[in-house]
Every structure is written in C-alpha cells, then in structure tokens.
C-alpha cells in the first residue's frame, strides 16, 4: 500500500514538474542564420512537452502535434548569400540603415499578415513570449496585446540599443563595439569611431523604433511605448559565453547561452568523406556563412586565397556559390551547400578561415577548431576581436589579405601548441554547471513559475543625470564655488581691513608729522 502511494507521489510530482507551458515565438526577421540557431531552441522547447506557437518565415515542414506554426512565409525575400565580401564605412553605415528598414518592413509584413491578425483577435492565453532582440522591437507590442511575460533572445552578440534596456555598462574604452575592429582593447581613434558609431545606430533605431510604435497604432489602441515594454523584459538570453567573449558586467536577468545550437557532429559520407579522409595533410575550412556569397570576393582577394592555398600542403573545403573550378579538385573542394558542423567536428579538420560570425565561431570553439577569422559584417569585427583575445584564433581584415599574410595566419594557428591552446579554450567553453540548452529552456521555465517578479536592474529606471552622477557633481561642483566665493569673500575682507588699518596708520603718522 505504502509503494502505491509513493508511487502516486511521484507521478504527482512528475506531473506539477513537467506541466506543459503555452508558449509563442514571435521572430519576424528574415535571416536564415538567426532562425536556425532559436530553432534548436524552439524545438527543445516542444521535446519537453511545451505549446510552442511560433510567428516566423521559417514554418516546419513536418511539425509535431504541440508545434504551431503561424507563418509569414513567402512575403519577403529570405535573407542568404545575399552581401558581397567587401567592408569599409560605407558597408557599415548602410548596415545601420539596413537594420532600420528592415525592422520596419518586418514589422509591417508581420501585422499585416491575416493569421497574425487572427491570432490578436482571438488572444489566446500564452505564458511567455519569446521575442527576438535583433531589428526591432514590434514584437514586444504584438506580446503585450497577447498579455504574456516577455523573455528576449538574440543569436549574436548585444545590438548598441540593448545595453540600456538592460542596465548593461557600454564604455567604448573596453566594451567591443558590434561594427567595429578593436576588442576590449580599442585604440583613441578606435574609441572615438565607436562613439560616433554607437550614436549614429542609436539615432536611427529609435526613429526606426517610433515608426513601428505608429504602425502597431493602426492596429492597436493604447500600446505603451515600445522602449518602456522592452525595459520590462523578464530575461533575455544571450546567445554568447564569457570564455569567448570576456567578462562583462551582466545584471541577473541575462544569461549566457552561447553554443546550444550545435549538435554531434555527424558522420561524413561520399566525395566529401572521401576528400577528406584522403588527405595526407589534413584540411582546412573555408565559409563566410549563409549571409555573405563567397563568389562575389575581388579577383584580387581570390587569387591572393588561392595563391595560399596552392603553397599551403593541406587540402580546402569552400563553401562556394558558383559552379567555377578554381583549382585542382585534389586540392581545393566546392560546394553551394555544406554540412559545416560535420566538418568541423572531423578530426582531420585543423583550421577555419572563417568571416566570424557567431554560429560558425561558436561550432569552432565547440570542436576546437583553430580560426582565422576576415570579418565582413554585423557583429563579425567584435566576434573576431574575441577570437583573437580568447586565443580560439588570429584576425585577418580584408584590407590586409594577401597570400603571404594569409599563409602567416595559417601557419600561426596550425601550430602545436597553438593547436594545444585551443583545446584548452573549447575545454572551456564546455565546462559549465548545465548544458546551454538546458540554460535556455530552464530560465524559461523559471520566469512561467514566476511571472509578477520583476528581475531588471534598478540601473534601466536610472534617469540618465543621475546615472552620470550629473546632480552628484553638480553639488560638489557647487560647494567647491561657494567655499571659494567665501574664501575670497574672506580674503577680500581681511585685506580691507588691512588695507584700513594702514590707512588709518599713515592719516596718524602725517597728523603727529604737522603737529
């Protein structure tokens, strides 16, 4: 009897445990590499036996029963390979205005789209919102009209915007900068670019921002600024780790989850596998991901990549997005498409020529594959300034390509003990109290169990004056004025009366003279 009860306990207990959550994810933005990265998520999500409902370009081909699409698919062109390979100031001041619109496109095709529309209508209860932190923030609208707890989530490092929703220090003088070359160790002309930088973004993302407070006006009455709601932000889960990226300040409510979109590595087959198993020197990996289209690279940039290719004995793999054959298919293997996880995790993979960007970083560190890492775009500069500082791997700017500085860089981070270093880095990078994923889907969990705690920092309500410390110093400022104005007060007096006393000295003497 008593083991039935026991029993029964324990299936109670399992059952208040595991309660499933209704949860929606409302990811408006197009780019195929942020999706895939909140997919692996999403999916943990409904393998604990969650509702996840999800607004996205990406609908599941063949969904389980507690999955629920509401797709934007097919109203705007999915963002792959679409940037050429180049960089300057021109890139990165369109890349602001790219965010921008984007974010305002995004928002306008997600209200307008019919079963979007439908599901604000019906308002169904969700537990939490899930709301990407990436172009624009009329996601937080769409879950305050849904009435649920909002947790942000970002595939890369912090947008400029984000670090003052949270509470997060931003000083140019050991903050990376998203856009920009410099670290943690940027130099004066560094500091002032990202100054200049960091208010140019922020100018147009906060007009960008009051454009979508106005579109979800057309639609909604009595939506509260969008920059209080994202203040109100339970938690955000941020897609990096500290072994990567170096300490920063963090409040409580954000979390590190960086790396819990890579899986085991698979086992090769075909050409690919045969390629790679043949080769006596081992292989090196070349892709500069989903966004930027490797075929568009200068002539003289390529021929500088093939040149260190040629004199270099190993073998390449390039994700390549032309049917051109650059060189000898003994050396140098192509492919649009290209199990990268997969490569990365074989041993004879030895090195990743790499644009840096934040899921190619991370399956690199995970694996322990050296990098050298050619940033083009988005948060790439910041990333690749950490894989350098973190000792996963060396930097390579464009501007610097040429194929004796790229066979440097090859030799540098194909060497013994910088091997050896790496392996200590991704070490690491894994040991952690609880897998990343868990983190993800545990913190989740937590803010559904608790959802009328506020957990920000009192440094997001800090007006700005006092954050500065602005009243601070103007009191001091203050009374160091008056105890000088006294002092001369003082001084002044002093000397008057001394003044007055000779006087009164000098008057006696020529009276005393006279008489």
């Not at 590595?265 to 990996?285: C, D, M, P």
Request: proline fraction near 5%; include cysteine; charge should be neutral.
């Amino acid at each position: 009897m008593n083991c039935v009860v026991l029993l029964i306990s324990i299936i109670i207990t399992l059952q208040t445990s595991c309660s499933s959550l209704n949860i929606i994810g409302i990811f408006p933005y197009q780019g195929k590499s942020h999706f895939f990265v909140h997919r692996v998520y999403l999916q943990e999500l409904v393998k604990r036996g969650h509702n996840v409902t999800v607004i996205s370009h990406f609908p599941e081909s063949d969904p389980p029963s507690n999955y629920h699409d509401v797709s934007l698919a097919g109203s705007i062109k999915i963002l792959e390979d679409a940037s050429p390979l180049k960089r300057s100031y021109t890139t990165i001041l369109g890349t602001a205005i790219f965010l921008t619109s984007s974010g305002r496109e995004n928002c306008e095709v997600m209200l307008a789209n019919k079963n979007v529309q439908n599901l604000l209508r019906d308002k169904p209860k969700f537990d939490i919102a899930v709301v990407e932190q990436f172009n624009s923030d009329c996601g937080l609208g769409v879950a305050y009209i849904l009435g649920a707890p909002v947790i942000g989530i970002t595939s890369h490092i912090l947008m400029p915007w984000t670090y003052s929703r949270f509470g997060i220090p931003n000083h140019p003088a050991y903050v990376s900068f998203h856009f920009l070359e410099g670290g943690t160790k940027p130099t004066l002309y560094q500091r002032v670019e990202r100054v200049l930088f960091d208010f140019y973004f922020k100018t147009l993302y906060y007009i960008s921002q009051q454009r979508d407070q106005d579109t979800l006006a057309k639609h909604f009455d009595n939506i509260p600024p969008l920059e209080q709601l994202a203040r109100d932000i339970k938690i955000l889960l941020l897609y990096q780790n500290f072994v990567l990226t170096g300490s920063l300040l963090f409040p409580a409510n954000v979390i590190e989850v960086g790396g819990y979109h890579v899986d085991k590595a698979k086992s090769l087959t075909g050409n690919l596998l045969k390629f790679i198993e043949e080769a006596e020197h081992g292989v090196i990996y070349i892709s500069f991901g989903s966004v930027v289209k490797s075929s568009t690279m200068p002539d003289e940039k390529l021929q500088a990549v093939l040149g260190a290719i040629s004199e270099l004995p190993q073998r390449f793999i390039w994700k390549w997005e032309s049917k051109t054959t650059l060189l000898d298919k003994n050396k140098l293997y192509l492919a649009e498409w290209l199990p990268q996880v997969d490569i990365l995790g074989h041993p004879k993979t030895l090195a990743f020529l790499s644009h840096a960007g934040m899921g190619g970083t991370t399956e690199a560190i995970h694996f322990g594959v050296p990098v050298v890492a050619m940033p083009v775009l988005g948060d790439q500069p910041s990333n690749a300034a950490a894989i350098e500082e973190s000792g996963l791997g060396v930097q390579l700017q464009i501007e610097d390509l040429t194929k004796d500085n790229l066979i440097a860089a090859f030799k540098k981070v194909l060497d013994p003990k910088f091997k050896a270093n790496v392996g200590e880095v991704s070490k690491a990078w894994h040991d952690r109290p609880m897998s990343p994923l868990e983190s993800a889907v545990y913190w989740t969990e937590f803010v559904a169990r608790h959802p009328n705690i506020t957990y920000k920092t009192a440094a997001v309500d800090t007006p700005l004056y006092q954050y500065l410390c602005l009243d601070v110093i103007s009191v001091f400022s203050i009374a160091i004025v008056l105890l000088y104005a006294v002092f001369r007060l003082l001084i002044s007096g002093i000397c008057r009366r001394t003044t007055f006393k000779e006087k009164n000295i000098k008057n006696a003497k020529k009276k005393s003279k006279r008489a």
